[in-house]
């Protein structure tokens, strides 16, 4: 009799540690669940970013743009707003009235429009994409050759940061990018 108690608190045992792995390898499963759903919308998100800077490259490379005097590329834009000095404010994606501003959105780039509509650049999930575009500074061009040093160029210095948020997320991925365009000088 004494055996068959035994036996019993033995197989007690068992089941009790195999319940215990049941639950650790069903916690973990949903952990990794959760993690590769965050990835996955982060790395949305990050595409978005990438495409915003793309779209500010686009339009100030759309020679219909460029031609027509009465709409401005995002370069020309930022160029003619107040300088950004980067010791004492930053670029942010949610800073909507200092910068200029352009979005990406499903309906693509158009040639000889500002790209600032509303809308999605993803649908499902729904995924924003814009950029915005300050003018930093103006300084001679380095790596030049001495024909553009010693002319009346100058490199004029822009920074773009582009930024993608998943619709519901509390934070924006953004990556930058400096820019330098030949320009006549302002002095």
């Not at 982060?42 to 100030?60: K, M, Q, T, Y």
């Not at 707003?81 to 010791?87: H, K, V």
């Not at 940061?161 to 997320?169: D, F, H, I, L, N």
Request: net charge negative; glycine share 8%; aromatic share 6%.
């Amino acid at each position: 009799m004494k055996q068959q108690g035994l036996v019993m608190v033995f197989a007690l045992l068992v089941l009790l540690s195999l319940t215990i792995l049941g639950v650790a390898s069903v916690s973990s499963g949903l952990m990794q669940n959760k993690m590769a759903t965050s990835m996955e919308k982060r790395l949305l998100a990050f595409d978005a970013a990438e495409a915003a800077i793309a779209g500010v490259v686009f339009e100030s490379e759309d020679e219909v743009l460029l031609s027509d005097d009465t709409q401005l590329d995002p370069l020309s834009e930022a160029r003619q707003g107040n300088q950004l000095d980067l010791t004492v404010t930053d670029l942010s994606c949610f800073n909507t009235t200092d910068w200029t501003n352009r979005a990406v959105t499903t309906s693509g780039l158009t040639t000889g429009s500002i790209n600032n509509a509303s809308g999605n650049y993803l649908s499902q999930p729904k995924v924003n994409s814009w950029s915005r575009t300050a003018y930093i500074q103006e300084n001679a061009c380095l790596g030049s050759s001495n024909v553009i040093g010693g002319s009346n160029i100058r490199c004029h210095i822009f920074m773009i940061k582009g930024c993608g948020q998943v619709e519901g997320s509390s934070y924006a991925v953004a990556n930058s990018q400096v820019v330098s365009v030949f320009g006549p000088s302002s002095e």
